[in-house]
């Protein structure tokens, strides 16, 4: 494990590679001690600069919920991210790519709660019963890590490799959606690119969002009522190029899309 000193140095490194668009070596080659534990710290002390700063917590995303992602990182369970409110960005309005490093973005639905979930224990039941709506949405993703070198302990570190969401206008209650069987098609203009299901995401993105519940927990934090939860996409990660022009079609709950500048 890193000392304190160690962790705000790495928390330093990220915050002035997002700030300058500047990426950054690979933590786990700076830092050879970095465990998780030290990641999810050096993740909320950024996190908590720009909450500090004016930022509010929107929500939080699961990364790392399918089985290959898994086995690609040596692990058996998925990692977290916060959501911020500027980084909800608005389907209308173009994103410039100039903002990021090198950005890509992933499919999925999205949990929006009307109640707090439990934390230690929490369970499908208990997430469908506080889930108010499940929206579309497209999430950008991008590494302050150079080329996306990352192992595990970089992607934590780096708040899951997040760096945007989009959100699409549908509003449909769970229980009217199969949300474990859910078929979604992605366009890059007109051209179809990746066809994808939500089943992907650990078999149901509502495991991913219980496990969320648990996991943050462990870390004095809740899944409150308002808050988004991306549990994860159901297709892979697509790179972004000024001019891109994305749309994701889910079954039964529509369209999101978003142009890039």
Not at 31 to 39: K, Q, R
Not at 65 to 81: I, K, L, R, T
Not at 86 to 113: A, H, K, N, W
Not at 154 to 169: F, I, Q
Request: aromatic share 6%; with cysteine; net charge negative.
């Amino acid at each position: 494990m890193l000392d304190p000193a160690q962790r705000a140095a790495a928390a330093e490194l990220l915050r002035s590679a997002e700030q300058d668009r500047t990426p950054v070596d690979p933590l786990t080659d700076a830092f050879p001690g970095i465990d998780v534990t030290d990641a999810y710290e050096i993740q909320l002390a950024n996190i908590r600069r720009r909450v500090a700063a004016g930022a509010t917590v929107r929500g939080h995303k699961v990364g790392l919920s399918s089985e290959a992602m898994q086995q690609m990182m040596g692990v058996d369970e998925p990692d977290y991210g916060h959501l911020l409110s500027d980084m909800v960005l608005d389907q209308d309005i173009p994103v410039d790519t100039s903002r990021y490093l090198r950005p890509r973005i992933e499919v999925e639905i999205g949990f929006v709660l009307g109640e707090s979930l439990p934390g230690e224990g929490c369970t499908e039941a208990d997430v469908l019963a506080a889930t108010e709506y499940v929206v579309p949405s497209i999430e950008l993703i991008d590494s302050r890590i150079r080329d996306w070198r990352i192992r595990l302990a970089d992607t934590v570190a780096d708040n899951a490799s997040s760096a945007g969401v989009v959100l699409g206008s549908a509003r449909v209650p769970a229980a009217d959606l199969d949300v474990a069987d859910i078929e979604a098609v992605l366009y890059r203009g007109e051209q179809e690119v990746a066809r994808g299901n939500t089943g992907a995401v650990l078999g149901n993105p509502v495991t991913a969002v219980a496990w969320l519940a648990r996991k943050v927990a462990s870390f004095g934090v809740r899944l409150e009522a308002g808050h988004l939860v991306l549990p994860g996409s159901c297709t892979r990660a697509f790179d972004v190029r000024p001019g891109d022009d994305f749309r994701a079609e889910f079954a039964g709950l529509g369209p999101v899309s978003v142009r890039f500048t």
